[in-house]
C-alpha cells in the first residue's frame, strides 16, 4: 500500500490476556517506530529498528512489552500479560534514515 | 532528561490570523526539529522539519524558526482557515551524530480556529 498500515485498528482484551500488534510500514523504509499515545498524552516512544535490529528499545516500560522485525519489513509488538494501564493507542511509523517519519493509523487497546 | 513544552494546549484564533505555536526545550541540543499535525484518531502527519544550522523553514502557509540559543521553535500559520483547526505537535529529533532516529514529542497544542 501507499501509506502505513496497522492492524488491528481496535483491540479490546482482558487484563492478563496477551495480545499482538501488526505494522507494514512504507515498502522500502529502513527504520520502523513503536509509539503509544496515551488520553491528553504526548507520544511516548516504545522501540526503533533499523532494518530488522532494535539498536534503541530504551522506550519498553517493562519485560512484558516485545517486538520483532522480519524481512526487513513487517513489525510486531507484543504485550504480555496486559494490564489496564497498557490501554492506549499505540502507532508505528516508518522513514528513510533521519527524516520524517510516516505514521499508521493506530490500534488502540483497551484493557478491561 | 530532556524535557519539552509547548504554549498553552489550547489556542483558538480567528480566521484569517496568524497562528503562533511554541515549542520550548531543555536539557538537549537537537541536530533537527519536527512539526507534525494530528487529527483526531488519526496518526500525526508530518509538516516540517528545520536543522539546527537553519534559522527559518516555510512551506506555504506554514513557517518555521529554530533558535538553538534559546532552545525555541515558532510555529507559524498565515492566514488561518478553520481546516486548520487540529493538534500540532512539536518533535526533536537525535543529538548532532547520532544515527538513532527516534524522536522526542510535545504534548501538543490543540488549535482551534473559528469562522
Known amino acids: 500500500g501507499a501509506g502505513v498500515s496497522q492492524s488491528p485498528s481496535n483491540k479490546v482484551t482482558e487484563k492478563g490476556k496477551d495480545v499482538e500488534l501488526r505494522c507494514d510500514p512504507i515498502?522500502?523504509?529502513?527504520?520502523l517506530y513503536w509509539y503509544r499515545q496515551s488520553l491528553g498524552q504526548g507520544l511516548e516512544f516504545l522501540i526503533y529498528f533499523q532494518g530488522n535490529s532494535a539498536p534503541d528499545k530504551s522506550g519498553l516500560p517493562s519485560d512484558r512489552f516485545s517486538a520483532e522485525r522480519t524481512g526487513g519489513s513487517v513489525s510486531t509488538l507484543t504485550i504480555q500479560r496486559t494490564q489496564q494501564e497498557d490501554s492506549a493507542v499505540y502507532l508505528c511509523?516508518?522513514?528513510?534514515?533521519?527524516?520524517?517519519?510516516?505514521f499508521g493509523p493506530g490500534t488502540r487497546l483497551t484493557v478491561l | 532528561s530532556q524535557k519539552i513544552e509547548q504554549n498553552s494546549e489550547a489556542l483558538n484564533i480567528q480566521e484569517g490570523k496568524t497562528a503562533t505555536l511554541t515549542c520550548n526545550y531543555t536539557n538537549y541540543s537537537p541536530a533537527y526539529l519536527q512539526w507534525y499535525r494530528q487529527d483526531p484518531g488519526r496518526g500525526p502527519v508530518f509538516l516540517l522539519l528545520?536543522?539546527?544550522?537553519?534559522k527559518e523553514k516555510r512551506k506555504e502557509r506554514l513557517k518555521v524558526t529554530f533558535d538553538t540559543t534559546l532552545k525555541q521553535s515558532l510555529f507559524h500559520i498565515t492566514a488561518s482557515q478553520p481546516a486548520d483547526s487540529a493538534t500540532y505537535l512539536c518533535a526533536l529529533g537525535g543529538p548532532r551524530g547520532s544515527t538513532l532516529g527516534r524522536l522526542y514529542f510535545g504534548r501538543g497544542t490543540q488549535l482551534t480556529v473559528w469562522p
Open positions: 511509523a516508518s522513514s528513510l534514515r533521519q527524516r520524517e517519519q510516516f
Open positions: 528545520i536543522r539546527e544550522n537553519e
Open positions: 515498502s522500502g523504509h529502513t527504520a
